[in-house]
């Protein structure tokens, strides 16, 4: 993604070459796309520091319970679909993270056609030991906002993305300014690295 973007100026210079140039919507999707590859690749540095892909993150989260702290199996169909990546992709994330002991796969006991994903406690040690920093981490990348500015970008992003409310977001008004908050899924975007 481009570091440095064009001056407004040049964007609306463009608009001789491009009628249909919308310069404030080119403004802010520039912007909008600099912004969330920084959060990525903020993210991704931080996971790589401890041997972690933000695929290999993502299964991870999803396969453990964020309110109960405890693992909770998952089929690779599931696992893809909560990812929105194909099945191969998951194939791949989970080859990795069950070569490095993080995971597991065993056949349903109800079903043995049906194969489930489990975090192995060395997986559930290794988020235990990851996710400190990386909710850390975040908390610093939003601290530039103040509650109500978070509060209007979430509404906003959420606007864009076309999603109708973000009704199942809790956030915890009793945490201190900049700490992180326990809602919902917390994960990395998915690659298949």
């Not at 909008?32 to 520091?49: H, I, K, P, Q, W």
């Amino acid at each position: 993604m481009l570091k440095d973007l064009p001056r407004y100026e040049c964007i609306l210079e463009a608009v001789r070459l491009h009628p249909d140039l919308d310069p404030s919507a080119c403004e802010a999707y520039l912007n909008l796309l600099r912004a969330g590859d920084e959060a990525y690749r903020r993210s991704e540095v931080f996971l790589n520091e401890h041997n972690m892909s933000p695929g290999r993150f993502t299964v991870m989260m999803l396969l453990y319970d964020k309110i109960g702290g405890k693992p909770v199996p998952q089929t690779p169909a599931d696992l893809a679909e909560k990812a929105g990546v194909t099945r191969a992709t998951v194939t791949g994330l989970v080859d990795t993270l069950e070569r490095d002991g993080l995971v597991t796969r065993e056949h349903d006991s109800g079903d043995r056609r049906m194969m489930l994903i489990h975090l192995t406690p060395k997986g559930h040690s290794a988020l235990q030991e990851i996710l400190p920093g990386h909710f850390k981490q975040m908390a610093a990348q939003m601290a530039p906002l103040s509650e109500h500015e978070r509060t209007t970008l979430v509404r906003l992003l959420n606007k864009v993305a076309g999603i109708p409310s973000a009704a199942h977001i809790v956030v915890h008004s009793a945490a201190p300014e900049g700490a992180a908050h326990a809602a919902g899924d917390i994960a990395a975007p998915i690659t298949s690295k």
